[in-house]
């Protein structure tokens, strides 16, 4: 969920608006939202809608209005009823003027520490959540209140911007805005002063001197002031040639951007909140953190959604590596690993290390990007890992850099790499997700077809992902007609493919990594006719010995294709209905070519 009051108010729910009707309720969620979590008092509330002028029926209106509000808001917020007034609990909903004041503070940190293309970039990226006026759609009342203290904070991150602009030798292209800027600020002394270091660096001195006697007139005519320390400062530069307002030298050098090689986030993602969690805590550098810690590999079977969870959790701890991100995927088309000598020469091109030819001593590139690697806060994901031996000289060698590492299968000791596996969704999750995906309406339209839909795919985010592309190109198709297509199992893996994406491929590709062995036993599996199943109940139903059962069985929770919990008694696998039917159906064609051989 998305609140939003720098513009008019509004609320967006996976990415569609909620209706809040009245200027009255919008107020009323306004002043929760500005009071950062703390009561507003039915006093406070009653001034902000209604003046010094309230009705008789104050207490009732509000109470209608905060009623309204959690009836459209749901579980995902919280509104507390706390004497004497109310308190608003966002939970992990994303705030737009809490954000714009973290990318603010971060810019102008970057801008305090030298940084001056990153304090540019995060402080445009704030000013980008501004939709237009902040608060155009609540009461004069609350607008009066809490507009300046708003707009303020808007102007100081444009001057920041705007200074960070000047020191990157941009200063052509700010003329226009600035000159807008001063405008719309007459007597903000730094805009003018920032107009005037402009002007003069386009080789308009004249222009500029005019800029200043026209501010020094407004404020001696609106203020009866004269010009401030700064303004004047930057006339008798400017007046006198003073290097201070030359175009700066380090235009011509300008720091680059950190490398950002990530793939484009999805979403729709849902769910996942205790992994998240769990990685934004522990990834970002802490004081007192041993280097190892930053080492994780997210784990489950194909179709699971680890990449997702990765790209999502380094989308999640942008502050934390201010010196870039890079992705690596480890794997090539057909399944093969990927040489770690083309690997390495990639991402030392994206570090900025020039990389000639034919470059292909392994130690050498080890060497050089540890180097590179070394003291740099920046973000590593490590897609599609096949073996602890391809990644071992992808690691880096410094504490700085903190590692994501998505497999299929476990992988062997690696220093300090903490494991998270993924498990399916629940039912619920798929039908969120689904519902994100594809058309809300539809889905509202028909709950129960859309729920069995949701509980064929499996847990599997990449099959509701599959279902919800099938039913965007079929806009008007029923979505029943399709969740009767998927009850039926031998029909469902046709189904479960769409535009590059197909679960049958990704299974049967998992498939073919077993060896004999584990291949057999898989095969095996379906004829256990459930799901959930010990290890003495497999054994009596196949005719096989416990002990070796249990290790084949262990081998495949490894590989990612069987899960696995502690049961009350002993211990309990599961295989998925997905993986059952491609076991099922590569079975069915082994039987095949034996009869037709």
């Not at 701890?317 to 995927?329: E, H, I, K, Q, T």
């Not at 806009?475 to 049958?504: C, I, M, N, W």
């Not at 139903?541 to 009350?568: N, R």
Request: net charge neutral.
């Amino acid at each position: 969920m998305e609140f939003r009051v720098l513009g008019p108010v509004e609320v967006r729910r996976d990415g569609e608006s909620i209706v809040l009707s009245g200027t009255k309720v919008k107020t009323v969620l306004a002043a929760l939202l500005l009071a950062r979590g703390r009561v507003v008092s039915d006093a406070q509330l009653s001034r902000l809608l209604w003046g010094w002028n309230p009705p008789v029926t104050v207490s009732a209106q509000i109470y209608t209005y905060i009623s309204r509000l959690r009836m459209r808001l749901g579980d995902d917020v919280r509104i507390a009823r706390q004497l004497p007034g109310y308190a608003l609990d966002a939970g992990d909903a994303r705030i737009d003027f809490l954000e714009f004041e973290r990318l603010s503070r971060l810019g102008t940190e970057a801008q305090e520490a030298g940084d001056v293309e990153r304090a540019g970039a995060l402080l445009q990226d704030a000013l980008e959540l501004w939709r237009g006026p902040a608060l155009s759609n609540v009461t004069e009342f609350l607008a009066d209140t809490e507009l300046p203290r708003l707009e303020e904070a808007r102007a100081v991150a444009l001057e920041h911007r705007i200074e960070a602009d000047l020191e990157l030798g941009r200063h052509r292209g700010l003329i226009p805005e600035l000159t807008s800027l001063v405008s719309e600020f007459p007597v903000r002394e730094r805009m003018r002063a920032q107009l005037m270091k402009a002007l003069y660096q386009c080789g308009r001195q004249a222009d500029a001197l005019t800029a200043y006697h026209a501010g020094r007139r407004v404020l001696a005519d609106e203020l009866g002031v004269d010009p401030g320390a700064e303004l004047a400062s930057v006339y008798q530069a400017v007046l006198t040639g003073d290097p201070a307002v030359a175009p700066p030298a380090r235009a011509a050098v300008a720091r680059t951007a950190p490398p950002s090689t990530l793939p484009a986030d999805i979403p729709e993602f849902t769910g996942r909140r205790a992994e998240l969690a769990e990685l934004g805590r522990l990834l970002p550098p802490a004081e007192g953190r041993s280097w190892h810690t930053r080492r994780f590999l997210v784990t489950g079977m194909p179709g699971i959604g680890k990449t997702a969870l990765a790209v999502r959790a380094a989308n999640e701890s942008l502050d934390a590596f201010p010196d870039g991100r890079l992705y690596v995927n480890l794997s090539r088309p057909d399944g093969r690993p990927a040489d770690p000598r083309d690997l390495l020469v990639g991402m030392l091109r994206s570090l900025g290390e020039p990389m000639g030819t034919g470059e292909s001593d392994l130690d050498e590139l080890v060497r050089r990007y540890r180097t590179r690697t070394t003291g740099r806060r920046i973000l590593i994901l490590l897609d599609n890992a096949v073996s602890e031996l391809q990644l071992s000289p992808l690691l880096p060698g410094a504490p700085e850099p903190g590692v994501l590492i998505t497999s299929q299968t476990l992988l062997g000791p690696i220093g300090g790499l903490h494991t998270r596996v993924l498990g399916p969704l629940s039912t619920q999750e798929s039908l969120q997700m689904l519902t994100a995906s594809a058309d809300p309406a539809r889905v509202a339209a028909e709950p129960q077809a859309a729920r069995d839909i949701a509980r064929y795919c499996a847990g599997l985010p990449l099959a509701v992902r599959i279902v919800a592309t099938r039913l965007a190109a079929r806009p008007s198709s029923s979505l029943r007609r399709f969740a009767d297509r998927l009850a039926q199992p031998h029909g469902r893996l046709r189904e479960l493919e769409a535009r590059g994406l197909s679960v049958p491929r990704s299974l049967e590709a998992a498939l073919g990594r077993l060896d004999g062995e584990q291949r057999r036993l898989l095969l095996l599996l379906p004829r256990l006719g459930r799901e959930e199943f010990s290890v003495r109940s497999a054994a009596r139903s196949l005719g096989l010995g416990a002990a070796p059962l249990e290790a084949a069985l262990e081998s495949l929770v490894d590989q990612g294709l069987l899960g696995f919990s502690d049961g009350p008694e002993e211990p309990v696998y599961r295989l998925n209905s997905l993986v059952r039917l491609v076991a099922e159906t590569s079975r069915h064609a082994r039987e095949a070519e034996r009869s037709a051989a």
